[in-house]
């Protein structure tokens, strides 16, 4: 279910919806229910599941992404898509592993995206304010 606050001609109004199905909607507005139907089906979207990403980017994982760190470098990705609220890193930077080097906002939450390995940061791909979308990369440790 997601909830939405709109203000429509200074008016406030809660809006939930409940269930999506085709071009019905399921909402409630200020705790009274409706059914609406929109113009086009709305297809949902898979929900990102915040931990699945964390737990390959460790343990197993990490041996081969260090061998190919000397290569290309490391990349620090997005799990979710959302906005950048702030960039931590320059270019040059000595980073170390778990580091925050992003924030980024996504689902109304505010999310630190930590290198994953150390070393010096070759590249910043995003700055204040852009949108990325999942697995977009945000920066290149070298």
Known sequence: ??????KINGNDYNVDINEVEGQ???????GANYVVTVDKEIKQQKKPVVSTPRPQA???AAAPKASSAAAAGAKV??????????????VGDAVKA??????????KMENNIEADTAG??????????????????????G
């Open 1 to 6: 279910m997601k909830n939405y606050k709109l």
């Open 24 to 30: 019905e909607v399921k909402l409630s507005v200020n």
């Open 58 to 60: 460790t343990a197993p």
């Open 77 to 90: 990705t997005t799990p979710l898509p959302g906005t950048i609220l702030d960039v931590y890193v320059n």
């Open 98 to 107: 778990g580091q925050t080097v992003v924030l980024l906002e996504a689902m």
């Open 120 to 141: 010096t940061v070759k590249e910043v791909k995003v700055r204040k304010g852009d949108s990325v979308l999942e697995g977009d990369v945000l920066v290149v440790i």
